[in-house]
């Protein structure tokens, strides 16, 4: 089993940053990659990022430039550093653990990038 507490959402203004922490817990060592997924209302899942166990990093086009995803391997976090938000960046973010059997979810975080 993984956990995973997510913090750091919040309201921005465009052009603003937010920096999203996500500690994990549990069965650490069976996890395949740590990402970030999004969901904005009434829209499917998305995956926004995500760092393997190697530390190879992925992005979707619309983030790359401005997100950076992290980990600290020491304090079992991973962050998602989030630079130049746009409205369209407004969604719950969800932090996710991929092991050999299964995705594991934290409880989401909302970030709403408004003036």
């Known amino acids: 089993q993984v956990q995973l507490v997510e913090s750091g959402g919040g309201l921005v203004q465009p052009g603003g940053s937010l920096k999203l922490s996500c500690v994990v817990s549990?069965?650490?060592?069976?996890?395949?990659?740590l990402g970030w997924y999004r969901q904005a209302p009434g829209q499917a899942r998305e995956v926004v990022t995500f760092?393997?166990?190697?530390?190879?990093?992925h992005y979707i086009d619309s983030v790359k430039g401005r997100f950076t995803i992290s980990r600290d391997n020491a304090k079992n976090t991973v962050y998602l550093q989030m630079n130049n938000l746009k409205p369209e960046d407004t969604a719950v973010y969800y932090c996710?653990?991929?092991?050999?059997?299964?995705?594991?979810w934290g409880q989401g975080t909302q970030v709403t990038v408004s003036s």
């Open positions: 760092i393997t166990s190697g530390g190879s990093t």
């Open positions: 996710n653990a991929e092991t050999s059997t299964k995705y594991y």
């Open positions: 549990g069965s650490i060592t069976s996890i395949y990659s």
